[in-house]
Antibody, heavy 123, light 109 residues
Framework: QVQLQESGPGLVKPSETLSLTCTVSGASIRSDYWGWIRQPPGKGLEWIGYMYDSGSTNYNPSLKSRGTIGRDTSKNQFSLKLSSVTAADTAVYYC?????????????????WGQGTTVIVSS | EIVLTQSPGTLSLSPGERATLSCRASQSVSSGTFLAWYQQKRGQAPRLLIYGASTRATGIPDRFSGSGSGTDFTLTITRVEPEDSAVYYCQQFDASPRTFGQGTKVEIK
């Protein structure tokens, strides 16, 4: 059973860098696509980006190049760093797996979600 | 970017009624394999509901069904139950960035 668990500071000061880690159990981050989605309070879901294969990445242009997804394969963890944060980055952050062949159907899904971690940007 | 517009914003229904949720894409989604629906209950992470536009995920009751192609997709709940109270999101994988609709809130009276 694949499980994801987010961790990181719940409070970040404006202009600083938000850093989160997702610990994966039951699967290897060396394969598949692993990414982040966020949800501001009372609002909808926003895809942040993903990492795959050898460490290649793809990001949402809305982040304006502030986001970096990295990984530590020895710990089976991947991470999100978001620089120059503002109050608009306050959200619940979810780590997710993007499955591109769900049950051999060739369908794409976000099939595994972490429970989410709340990050507040405030001085 | 593919913009997904969901309607209505809120549905208020009595148990046993039918719910019809719409998701319209700003450009054609090239294959149903790239369209999914998620259910999010209050305080919880979203859960996969429908994949491939029309296939129920494991454990999803058969009162939930999905249909559509191109730019118009629909999620139907044939007879809503109290536990269906949630926000429902459509989402596309056809293009980057991945995008979600803004959600439809289903309230059970």
């Amino acid at each position: 059973q694949v499980q994801l668990q987010e961790s990181g500071p719940g409070l970040v000061k404006p202009s600083e860098t938000l850093s989160l880690t997702c610990t994966v159990s039951g699967a290897s981050i060396r394969s598949d696509y692993w990414g982040w989605i966020r949800q501001p309070p009372g609002k909808g879901l926003e895809w942040i980006g993903y990492m795959y294969d050898s460490g290649s990445t793809n990001y949402n242009p809305s982040l304006k190049s502030r986001g970096t997804i990295g990984r530590d394969t020895s710990k089976n963890q991947f991470s999100l760093k978001l620089s120059s944060v503002t109050a608009a980055d306050t959200a619940v952050y979810y780590c997710v797996r993007e499955n591109r062949n769900y049950y051999s159907s060739y369908s794409y899904v976000f099939d595994i979600w972490g429970q989410g971690t709340t990050v507040i940007v405030s001085s | 970017e593919i913009v997904l517009t969901q309607s209505p914003g809120t549905l208020s229904l009595s148990p046993g009624e039918r719910a019809t949720l719409s998701c319209r894409a700003s450009q054609s989604v090239s294959s149903g394999t790239f369209l999914a629906w998620y259910q999010q209950k209050r305080g919880q992470a979203p859960r996969l509901l429908i994949y491939g536009a029309s296939t129920r995920a494991t454990g999803i009751p058969d009162r939930f069904s999905g249909s559509g192609s191109g730019t118009d997709f629909t999620l139907t709940i044939t007879r809503v139950e109290p536990e269906d109270s949630a926000v429902y999101y459509c989402q596309q994988f056809d293009a980057s960035p991945r995008t979600f609709g803004q959600g439809t809130k289903v309230e059970i009276k």
